[in-house]
């Protein structure tokens, strides 16, 4: 059938023109997935997607469509709670756990018509930065299949960059949406805090944890946005600003644009990843964008105080898994031996890590020394970028410090830690940034540029991104 | 017990009377199957957020304003984490370091005095489940069931300072608390529904000391009562202790009701680390002056007000003014009645004595039954005025409580009005004859006309009350024995 | 480096239980993060206000309002261990 290689955009049109059924692209997929060796996804709900499609094909046999992207199917990370479709967060401790909920962001996307056709695989409980930590077996990058599709939500960037689904959900704590994107060479959006409800997201650090859109281009991220965000009964900490039209945001034009660079991020930055940005950037400020140097002087500290907040709130978050209610049990002699054991062979390494630590962090004895000081650093990031939106609207960085990495590479976790350098100021912050592909490297794995913007600017962030796209998708046509 | 001085603290839960949970909208009520009041979010099930139901904040206020604390216009929540199979999100979202009251003092007397104990804090936090155990109690289960339908449901802990220095004083204390919550309607305190419980912290020092000694607490109360017995019994252990020289260890120990002793439960070394910080998931709580003025208003006259301002203003004894101030229902249920009859003395009596037992005979709550005051205050009137009498009254009262009806009604329906009673008649009747000699010879002699006389001369003398049926009776009887 | 026993002290608290081997990798990792976030320790915060939530947003209050609850089949639909409505877990030590 060969409808996988579509855009939303195209799909959307030939279903218009009635060129073709939502089954027929449902089944299309399903059989791209099949044949696929990546395991980007823990769960496929064939039988649901197909029954999905087949009521959105109704619904336009009768005209009565529920969004202008009825019928387009939709993956979703399996952190994600789906109503009667097992949702492991990649782990053990969930391998059969079946939720009675929809999160809201499913709910939204069952209200526009989207089929679901899967779950995707991911790091465990959202930790760690390669689709390593999976329970259910490591997903393969496509452009490379002996490198990591990198992660958290590396099952979404890889079915996306596989055309085993024309977009997917993920989430993001520290990157985790970004950084896959980057490596897979696919859109990915963390949205502002509070823009999307977080209700049904598995927590990993409440503070910093974010869903967001992972999409083949701008256009349908900026679709896919409009879906999933707005206000919510269900989670006080969403935003009630109103949600405006992101399509209106799909315009090439960047004239008087300040963009900023700052200086940390580009020191000593890889030259390949450096070249393709610089490129990026020239191509904006030739059509009208200005260029400014800022500085973030608390650059260094990003990633530290990162990690602490979210291993103290991960370790929280991950109480609940205990063996009583629901997930893997491993009885023992009373409830306390029964909460050790499960717990125990319920986490990988990694979360056992950071549940740890998280634990040592939070005791009373070492409170202050660590998580209240983080939370203070936290304000002094948060001012860095104050001052520096002050100059400019848009930030401009690297995604990532490397291209996407041999599987196995990173064994310290502390080298894998470094992969999340450029992406976790965006968490502290609650500031909005998207990652585009802009360019490969001499191996031909993508390169990700990164655009951050001040709190709910996703109109800028995707404009700018846009004309980014248009612009060197016009280049290569004109290099071809 | 004049070596020491004992100093005692209290922490009382108390379960707030919202419809729904106070985080999400599974019910409150009381009862129901096992896990059959739950949701995602009580259930703690991955991805469940909380919101915060505005009524338990509004309740939570209104127990800090009538308790005289500041209530903070900003304070937050934060997770109290520990691992328990009836806590299902293995944390407790609770108030650490920013609750929403502070400093306050509440006064109850004893023995005709008057106390003051200073309200450290309150603030608001969540219940957890119930479990139920296979076996006679928990150490001797195989197995322990967890049912849901409690966790999530809204609670305020106040903690009182040290200031309280007797064990009486503990169970007077927790009485006014009691009735205060009941009267500004944030809770239905019931003990045995678990829906107020406490527990005591209680030390001992040389007379004269400033210092504290070591505090030991004591849980496991289920009334008032035991909680007396408890710490009197404690008092005594630590004094015994200390006489012999020993050393008191900082506990936790458990009231054994059975056999009235306290029992170490584990001797902790450390105090348990909750690893106290911010809840990500909520906001701060932002409450603005302009609602606490709002609450503030609807506040009540609060019970020893009210029991000392019947004792002044009706002029009743401290014990009828207790009583009638008991409850909230009561105290205004007098009130409204005193309208219209204005006797405090005799309406209070009748108030704490038949109505009181009609009260609890019909198992209804005031605001349940049939009989308004004005219904009392009418009935109260006619007896006074002597239509009928204080017995017949009693009698009313008990069909007005079934029936509904008014008394006066109620009077007519039953012939009470008239005078019934025979030995009344007679009296009239006898007086009557005798005033009347010639006409009773002529009456025995054959004259039978001469009944409807009598019977007429006792009418006006009863101005109409005697009934007639029964004074032609007793008027027959009595001409008929002469003879 | 911190020490095997506190080590065996965090594990207890987080309760999951530790292989020695476990507990000797955690011992080198704990003791690698600590001196990274000790960086931040260094950091003057005294006139610095703690962040706790990364967007400002207003209390947040629901109405007093009886929602449908879960049908008990769904409540205990994933547990490990149910019998007659109630979840059911090995007996509990006092905590």
């Known amino acids: ?111 526009a018509g989207l089929p679901i056709i899967g779950k995707t695989n991911m790091d465990e409980f959202g930790m760690g930065s390669s689709n390593e930590t999976s329970a259910f077996g490591r997903t393969l990058n496509p452009v490379d299949p002996t490198r990591v599709p990198g992660g958290s939500s590396g099952g979404s960037a890889a079915a996306v960059a596989g055309s085993e689904v024309p977009w997917s959900i993920g989430s993001d704590t520290g990157g985790s949406i970004r950084q896959p994107a980057a490596f897979c060479g696919v859109v990915g959006l963390k949205p502002t805090y509070g823009r999307v409800s977080r209700y049904g997201l598995f927590a990993y650090a409440p503070s ?115 063996g009583v209610r629901y997930g893997l049990r491993v009885t023992g002699t009373d409830s306390v031996e029964m909460f050790k054991n499960t717990r125990a062979a319920g986490f990988g390494p990694e979360v056992k890590r950071r ?103 996703e109109e800028t962030l995707l404009r700018t991104a846009y004309t980014l796209q248009e612009l060197n998708s016009k280049q290569v046509k004109n290099n071809d | 017990m004049t070596k020491y001085e004992t100093i005692i603290g209290l922490e009382v839960h108390v379960e707030l009377a919202t419809k729904s949970k106070i985080f999400c909208g599974c019910t409150t009520e009381f009862g129901g199957d096992p896990n059959t009041h739950c949701c995602p979010i009580c259930l703690g099930l991955p991805g469940s957020l909380p919101v915060v139901n505005q009524q338990a904040i509004e309740y939570a206020i209104k127990a800090g304003l009538a308790l005289n604390c500041s209530i903070a216009n900003y304070s937050k929540f934060d997770r109290k984490n520990y691992f328990y199979p009836d806590l299902t999100k293995a944390y407790q979202i609770s108030q650490y370091d920013q609750p929403l009251c502070l400093a306050g003092h509440m006064d109850y007397e004893l023995d005709g005095q008057t106390y003051s104990v200073r309200i450290n804090r309150i603030h608001v936090e969540e219940e957890a489940g119930k479990s139920v155990h296979s076996g006679d109690n928990i150490l001797g289960s195989e197995f322990s069931q967890m049912d849901y339908n409690r966790a999530g449901i809204p609670l305020i802990e106040i903690v009182t300072e040290p200031d309280i220095r007797m064990p009486a004083q503990a169970k007077a204390f927790l009485e006014q608390l009691k009735a205060n919550l009941e009267y500004i309607k944030v809770s239905d305190c019931k003990m045995e529904q678990g829906s107020l419980r406490c527990d005591a912290n209680i030390s001992l020092r040389p007379v004269g000391s400033t210092e ?138 009748w108030l704490t004595g038949e109505f009181a037992r009609l009260l609890n005979a019909s198992n209804l709550t005031i605001p349940e039954i049939p009989v308004q005051p ?110 | 480096m911190i020490e095997i026993t506190e080590i065996k002290k965090i594990a207890d608290a987080a309760r999951i239980n530790l292989t020695a081997e476990e507990e000797r990798e955690l011992q080198g990792y704990l003791s690698q993060m600590l001196a990274n976030f000790d960086k931040l320790r260094s950091i003057d915060t005294e006139q610095v206000a703690a962040t706790i939530y990364p967007i400002a947003v207003e209390s947040v209050l629901r109405e007093d309002q009886v929602e449908t609850s879960l049908d008990i089949e769904c409540v205990l639909s994933n547990a490990p261990e149910s019998v007659k409505g109630y979840f059911r877990v090995p007996r509990i030590m006092e905590e």
């Open chain 2, 212 to 349: 504290f000694g070591t505090k030991v607490e004591i849980k496991n109360l289920n009334s008032f009562r035991a909680i007396e017995r408890a710490l009197e019994y404690e008092e005594q252990r630590q004094a015994e202790v200390y006489d012999q020289g020993g050393t008191i260890y900082q506990e936790t120990r458990t009231w054994d009701e059975k056999l009235g002793v306290t029992v170490t439960m584990r001797t902790k070394e450390e105090a348990d680390d909750y690893r106290y910080f911010p809840e990500p998931d909520l906001p701060p709580l932002i409450v603005e002056q302009s609602w606490i003025d709002e609450i503030k208003a609807t506040l009540p006259e609060l019970p020893l007000a009210r029991k000392n301002r019947f004792i002044e203003q009706y002029k009743l004894s401290d014990y009828e003014a207790s009583l009638l101030t008991a409850t909230q229902e009561l105290a205004d249920f007098f009130e409204a009645a005193y309208q219209s009859f204005p006797n405090a003395k005799e309406l209070s009596n």
């Open chain 1, 355 to 457: 549940i740890l630590l998280g634990t040592h962090l939070l005791s009373a004895a070492n409170y202050q020394k660590y998580y209240a000081q983080a939370q203070k650093v936290r304000t002094l990031i948060i001012q860095d970028f104050a001052k520096a939106f002050a100059k400019v609207d848009v930030i401009v960085a690297p995604t990532t410090p490397t291209t996407a990495f041999e599987f196995g590479s990173k064994i310290d976790p502390q080298e894998m830690y470094k992969s999340d350098f450029y992406t976790m100021a965006a968490n502290l912050t609650g500031i909005p940034a998207i990652s585009l592909p802009c360019g490969t490297d001499t191996q031909n794995l993508p390169i990700g540029i990164q655009l951050m913007g001040k709190h709910f600017s």
């Open chain 1, 1 to 111: 059938m060969g409808l996988s290689k579509y855009s939303v955009t195209q799909l959307q049109s030939k279903l218009e023109q009635q060129q073709i059924t939502s089954r027929e692209i449902v089944e299309s997929y399903l059989q791209k997935i099949e044949q696929s060796n990546n395991n980007a996804f823990i769960t496929v709900t064939a039988d649901l997607a197909l029954q999905m499609a087949d009521e959105s094909d109704q619904r336009r046999k009768e005209g009565r469509l529920l969004s202008s992207w009825d019928g387009i199917p939709i993956a979703i990370k399996d952190n994600i709670s789906t109503d009667g479709i097992k949702t492991t967060a990649a782990s053990k401790m969930l391998a059969d756990y079946i939720p009675p909920y929809d999160a809201t962001v499913v709910s939204k996307i069952k209200a």
């Open chain 2, 374 to 483: 004005g219904d009392l205050a009418e009935l109260l009137s006619i007896v006074k005025d002597g239509k009928i009498s204080g017995n017949q009254g009693r009698e009313v009262l008990g069909m007005m409580f079934d029936s509904g009806k008014k008394p006066a009604q109620i009077i007519k329906e039953q012939g009470f009005e008239q005078i019934s009673d025979t030995k009344e008649l007679e009296g009239v009747i006898d007086q009557i004859l005798s005033t009347y000699p010639d006409e009773v010879k002529r009456y025995q002699a054959g004259e039978d006309r001469l009944l409807g006389f009598f019977v007429g001369q006792v009418m006006k003398e009863t101005k109409g009350k005697a009934n007639p049926g029964l004074v032609n009776q007793i008027i027959r009887n009595k001409l008929l024995a002469d003879q």
């Open chain 1, 208 to 322: 910093l944890d974010h869903i967001g859109p992972i999409t083949k281009d701008v256009q349908s991220a900026a679709a896919l946005l409009q879906i999933i965000a707005g206000s919510d009964y269900y989670d006080a900490t969403v935003a009630k600003q109103p949600v405006p039209d992101y399509t209106q945001a799909l315009q090439v034009d960047v004239t008087n644009l300040k963009l900023g660079l700052a200086k940390e991020y580009f020191a000593g930055l890889n030259s390949e990843i450096k070249s393709a940005i610089m490129q990026a950037i020239n191509v904006l400020a030739s059509a009208g964008a200005e260029v400014t140097e800022i500085s973030l002087p608390m650059a260094d500290y990003v990633n530290d105080c990162c990690l602490l907040l979210s291993c103290a709130e991960a370790s929280s978050s991950l109480a609940r898994f205990d």
